[in-house]
T-cell receptor, first 113, second 115 residues
Framework: GDSVTQMEGPVTLSEEAFLTINCTYT??????LFWYVQYPGEGLQLLLK?????DKGSNKGFEATYRKETTSFHLEKGSVQVSDSAVYFC????????????FGAGTRLFVKA | EAGVVQSPRYKIIEKKQPVAFWCNPI?????LYWYRQNLGQGPELLIR????????DSQLPKDRFSAERLKGVDSTLKIQPAELGDSAVYLC?????????????FGPGTRLTVT
């Protein structure tokens, strides 16, 4: 079945450092890919998405490119801020999967001032 | 626009007791989801509704869990009786339609602790 694997956390960075959180997926068909963010005490919020190969999703300085050849959707940000501290979830959804969203286990990011 | 509303935010019960969670989706959203999120894990789908119909409840433990979405708006998820392993955050989400790329909007969740 469909699955998402993302790098284990926690990831600890200093402010203004470069961020990469790796995400790879296994899916039948052509899924849409998502990154969600969960701030402490809040629900998940969609951060960005990409619906087809080579699409780049971007939002709030974060970006991720849908790489079909490597089945990856890595999250990057050039300069993180303390306010980016949260848990980040990679996810996929495909029609072949019955429109079920499959989430990775999440990666916790701590950014130090 | 109001987001997805869930109540209560926190619930502590003893094992074998019943518990219920309530969700009000974003107005106009036909699709409603209930997820369970265990500590340190991503959300896992329990049930998906399209309007009043439960179209995917394959992951719902039907011996103790039940859900309803009367009139295709609000929804209630119930556990009876609760077990220690049910301790988790229960998330409700809604979307216009289920198909990608339409995103899901999540509520803040109900954190359940079973003692």
């Amino acid at each position: 079945g469909d699955s998402v694997t993302q790098m284990e956390g926690p990831v600890t960075l200093s402010e203004e450092a470069f961020l990469t959180i790796n995400c790879t997926y296994t899916a039948t068909g052509y899924p849409s890919l998502f990154w969600y963010v969960q701030y402490p005490g809040e629900g998940l919020q969609l951060l960005l998405k990409a619906t087809k190969a080579d699409d780049k999703g971007s939002n709030k300085g974060f970006e991720a490119t849908y790489r079909k050849e490597t089945t990856s959707f890595h999250l990057e940000k050039g300069s993180v801020q303390v306010s980016d501290s949260a848990v980040y979830f990679c996810a996929l959804k495909s029609g072949a999967g019955g429109f079920k969203t499959i989430f990775g286990a999440g990666t916790r990011l701590f950014v130090k001032a | 626009e109001a987001g997805v509303v869930q109540s209560p935010r926190y619930k502590i019960i003893e094992k074998k007791q019943p518990v219920a969670f309530w969700c009000n989706p974003i107005s106009g959203h036909n699709t409603l989801y209930w997820y369970r999120q265990n500590l340190g894990q991503g959300p896992e789908l329990l049930i998906r509704y399209e309007n009043e119909e439960a179209v995917d409840d394959s992951q719902l433990p039907k011996d103790r869990f039940s859900a309803e979405r009367l009139k295709g708006v609000d929804s209630t998820l119930k556990i009876q009786p609760a077990e220690l392993g049910d301790s988790a955050v229960y998330l409700c989400a809604s979307s216009l339609v289920p198909s990608a790329p339409y995103e899901q909007y999540f509520g803040p969740g109900t954190r359940l602790t079973v003692t």
